[in-house]
């Protein structure tokens, strides 16, 4: 009761003093609200991540997103993605994605035994909660192609041990799992849509099961539109897609029509709206004059083809980046905050969150690294979101979703979740 008393006077005080601030002008009323829990879900990270100084994060590097900059940014936790391109369906194949999996899965570790001052693995969404309080990033991991699987279910057991809490089925090209938004018609494989588009393969709901049988949640983001519904229908649990935006208004298969962003709002789901160039903005003379640039560079290296990983961050890279820049603006964040308005017109405030793909391709005017993450914030409040709807699209949804694939895989288990 004294307690309760104390607690009641110190209420009032506050409330007192509030009210003498306001009457006396101080400007509190005009004071920013305070930064929302902000969670990216998709950040590439290069094959030579922390093991090259000049991507050591804990430095100022050429990425797009490192510890300074989230810091600065005030992005509170990225999902740092595994990512495989796809390659032939064989042994050596298999052999070769595990092992670029795997150096991914520990550069990361690499980063979090560097700075477990500034940043700490997220394993759970109270992880985030726990260590947002604490003034600590979050790091969690995604799997982008589950070609990295090497046809190998065990391998979604020991990917979730090492962190990884979103199984992202398929990448450019149809793999074992499922067909992609991309299928490699050049190789013969059916056009996205096409009646002989497959869809999700039994492998391939074997592993939606058994990452629901974990916990870790399943990410549709460049499967096709088929895969997507197949994914749905697999699923015990909400699906997310970790990057993608609104087809209705850029026509590009990587982003999902009306009807899927509503069928994955049905399930429970969200659709993280990415701030990737070419699904915000049609501009093929700019994907011409990228194409060229990294033929070129590539030429220069002595190379047959293209490589990001290896070409990315070379000067005559950067500076052709630069002119094309002048020539071809990319997207801007009006064109970004159309796609959210969009997507949660369609799929409901509950169901739409944010993705850069930072250091993967993405990064528009106005939010072009993890450091000018506040433009974001600002633009959706321009745009009318409340601080509980930005709240909700910085992280509350897929906070919700994740929760939910914990929650189901505890059902599985015949425990309380
Ligand atoms: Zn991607």
Redesign the pocket.
């Known amino acids: 009761m004294k307690h309760a008393t104390r607690t009641l006077a110190a209420t009032t005080a506050t409330l007192l003093a509030a009210a003498i601030a306001g009457c006396a002008g101080t400007g509190t009323r005009d004071a920013p609200p305070p930064a929302p829990l902000a969670l990216d879900t998709?950040v590439d990270i290069p094959l030579d991540y922390m093991r090259e100084p000049r991507f050591d994060v804990g430095g100022d590097t050429p990425l797009l997103v490192d510890l300074g900059k989230m810091e600065r940014g005030g992005l509170a936790g990225a999902f740092f993605v595994v990512?495989v391109g796809q390659g032939p369906l064989t042994p050596e194949g298999y052999a070769d994605a595990v092992a670029q999996a795997d150096r991914k899965f520990s550069a990361i570790a690499l980063m979090l035994e560097k700075y477990p001052d500034r940043i700490r693995a997220a394993r759970t969404p109270q992880d985030v909660r726990d260590n947002h309080a604490r003034g600590l990033l979050s790091a969690m991991i995604g799997i982008?192609n589950s070609y990295s699987l090497g046809h190998d279910l065990g391998r979604i057991d020991s990917s979730f041990a090492k962190g990884a809490r979103y199984l992202g089925l398929v990448?450019v090209g149809n793999n074992d799992l499922c067909s992609s938004a991309n299928p490699d018609v050049k190789q013969g494989q059916p056009a996205h849509n096409s009646a002989a588009d497959a869809g999700m393969s039994d492998f391939g709901r074997a592993a939606v099961a058994r990452a629901n049988a974990l916990g870790m949640m399943v990410d549709v983001?460049?499967a096709s539109d088929k895969c997507v519904r197949d994914a749905i229908a697999a699923s015990k649990s909400p699906v997310i897609a970790s990057?993608s935006s609104a087809r209705a208004l850029v026509d590009v298969p990587r982003n999902l029509p009306d009807d899927l962003l509503r069928a994955i709002a049905a399930d429970g789901g969200v659709v993280q709206a990415v701030a990737y160039k070419e699904f915000l903005k049609s501009d093929p003379a700019r994907a011409a004059a990228e194409k060229a640039l990294q033929q070129e560079v590539a030429r220069q290296a002595g190379d047959a083809e293209y490589d990001s990983d290896k070409h990315d961050y070379l000067p005559a890279m950067t500076e052709g980046m630069a002119r094309i820049e002048r020539e071809h603006p990319l997207a801007s964040l009006e064109q970004y905050m159309d796609h959210i308005r969009h997507m949660v017109d369609v799929a409901g405030i509950d169901h739409v969150g944010i993705a850069s793909?930072f250091d993967?391709g993405g990064g528009i005017t106005g939010w072009m690294d993890a450091s000018q993450t506040p433009n974001v914030t600002a633009a959706l409040r321009a745009r009318g979101f409340s601080e509980a709807d930005i709240a909700k699209i910085w992280g509350g949804n897929l906070l919700r979703v994740w929760q939910a694939a914990i929650d189901e895989a505890a059902r599985e288990r015949g425990a309380a979740p």
């Open positions: 998709h990512y982008e990448h983001s460049h990057h793909d993967g």
